[in-house]
């Protein structure tokens, strides 16, 4: 998110989660003062998640210092021993990203089982993208099916209004974390097209029968 305009039409849909991108080359990247200013509309309303990609420590210690985030999202290769520093450092709830492409791909997440409080698969980054999210791509969500139940995830990558649908009926997941999907232009949220996806998921989550993500 890059405007309260945007942040309040999200929290007014629902969204229990609002998240701001630390990421130069990203057409979302935010200043962290700006951030911490926008986040205001969705304080103890939703969830605020700072998106960092291996971010260095200075500019850390302003995101937490500036933004004040409930989550800290980890869009990088931040390591195991990272986390534990990070946790140490900020006592802050840790969601990892995953890129999945292949069944093998999930296998990454086991030494971080017990250090995340929460997963987030995306898909691989198309060749020639500078960003590790945000791509609007999706992966064979279908590879979720065998994850462990006890896996607590958002599913990312590509989500939109015509195939969330799909998404949940295939992996029943219990976050979803949506981006260009509800833009116009990169880096440009839709309120329209926020509505439509709302109205898209909670139609899907009326038709589907009780999965895991339900009960
Ligand atoms: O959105 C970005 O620009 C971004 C940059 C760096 C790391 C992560 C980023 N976005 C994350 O990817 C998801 C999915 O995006 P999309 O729906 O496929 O466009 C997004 O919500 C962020 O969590």
């Known amino acids: 998110m890059k405007t309260e305009e945007a942040v309040e039409k999200a929290v007014s849909l629902g969204a229990t989660h609002i998240g701001f991108i630390f990421f130069e080359k990203s057409p979302r990247n935010i200043e962290p003062d700006l951030a911490g200013r926008i ?8 969830k605020i998640v700072a998106v960092t990609v291996d971010a260095d420590p200075d500019d850390m210690d302003d995101i937490v210092y500036l933004l004040k985030p409930d989550i800290l999202q980890l ?9 534990l520093t990070l946790k140490a450092l900020y006592g ?5 990203a995953f890129s999945i492409r292949d069944p093998d791909d999930l296998k990454r997440i086991d030494p971080y089982i017990g250090l995340a409080d929460r997963f987030l698969f995306d898909a691989k980054p198309p060749a020639g993208s500078d960003l590790p ?10 590879l979720l099916q065998n994850l462990d139940a006890s896996v607590d995830y958002m599913l990312s ?4 209004k015509a195939n969330v649908a799909q ?18 232009a990169p880096g440009v949220k839709d309120l329209r097209l926020m509505e439509e996806f709302f109205a898209a998921v909670r139609q899907a989550n009326g ?9």
């Open 133 to 142: 999210g945000g791509n609007g791509v999706s992966f064979d969500w279908r």
């Open 39 to 46: 986040a205001e509309k969705a304080r103890g309303k939703a």
């Open 75 to 83: 869009h990088g290769h931040e390591s195991p021993e990272q986390m």
């Open 167 to 184: 998404a949940l009926a295939e992996t029943g997941a219990r976050g979803l974390d949506v981006s260009s999907g509800v833009e116009s």
């Open 207 to 215: 038709a589907r029968p009780l999965s895991r993500s339900a009960q």
């Open 157 to 160: 990558g590509g989500l939109n």
């Open 92 to 96: 802050l709830p840790l969601m990892k």
